[in-house]
T-cell receptor, first 109, second 114 residues
Framework: GQQVMQIPQYQHVQEGEDFTTYCNSSTTLSNIQWYKQRPGGHPVFLIQLVKSGEVKKQKRLTFQFGEAKKNSSLHITATQTTDVGTYFCASAGFQKLVFGTGTRLLVSP | EPEVTQTPSHQVTQMGQEVILRCVPI?????FYWYRQILGQKVEFLVS????????KSEIFDDQFSVERPDGSNFTLKIRSTKLEDSAMYFC????????????FGPGTRLTVL
């Protein structure tokens, strides 16, 4: 079945540093969604990308969908302690989400 | 803002016992899902439900699992005979109408099987 991998598995940064997580799929994606899960919390939808090469921004977060629609990235500029959590990409099919392996972000003040 | 709710927040049970996890999806949503997340791992799809029947299920969703929408508001996941490896966080999610609509997740039920 489809596999969605993310790297790195874990990243620890100092507040103010940038952070990037990469998402790679074994198959071409119709779309990609990004979720944030705070420690002890549930996945919260951040954004959906649909078009090849699409770039979307939400304040300090920049999301990109690869030209071949097999990869995506999330970049956070100048991290804050509130950015702590695990970031998951997910392939959104009609019947289900296939989540990536996640990147856990820790931000030290 | 409407939200998905789940009860209980934490369930402890003995191996071999039956458990029912409950969810109240967002009221105008038509598609319902169960996912699970073993501690420290990724979120895994279990089952999707639409129009009072299962649309798709994963390999994890074997004969020990069942889902039901017993009334107009609740959506339940039953595990007939729990195993130690069923210990996980179980998330319910719901979605409105189209394929591009977002899935909204509930806060989850932490199931601990002893």
């Amino acid at each position: 079945g489809q596999q969605v991998m993310q790297i790195p598995q874990y990243q620890h940064v100092q507040e103010g540093e940038d952070f990037t997580t990469y998402c790679n799929s074994s198959t071409t994606l119709s779309n990609i969604q990004w979720y944030k899960q705070r420690p002890g919390g549930h996945p919260v939808f951040l954004i959906q990308l649909v078009k090849s090469g699409e770039v979307k921004k939400q304040k300090r977060l920049t999301f990109q969908f690869g030209e071949a629609k097999k990869n995506s990235s999330l970049h956070i500029t100048a991290t804050q302690t509130t950015d702590v959590g695990t970031y998951f990409c997910a392939s959104a099919g009609f019947q289900k989400l296939v989540f990536g392996t996640g990147t856990r972000l820790l931000v030290s003040p | 803002e409407p939200e998905v709710t789940q009860t209980p927040s934490h369930q402890v049970t003995q191996m071999g016992q039956e458990v029912i996890l409950r969810c109240v999806p967002i009221s105008n949503h038509l598609y319902f899902y169960w996912y699970r997340q073993i501690l420290g791992q990724k979120v895994e799809f279990l089952v999707s439900f639409y129009n009072n029947e299962i649309s798709e299920k994963s390999e994890i969703f074997d004969d020990q699992f069942s889902v039901e929408r017993p009334d107009g508001s609740n959506f339940t996941l039953k595990i007939r005979s729990t195993k130690l490896e069923d210990s996980a966080m179980y998330f319910c999610a719901s979605r409105a109408a189209t394929s591009t609509d977002t899935q909204y997740f509930g806060p989850g039920t932490r199931l601990t099987v002893l």
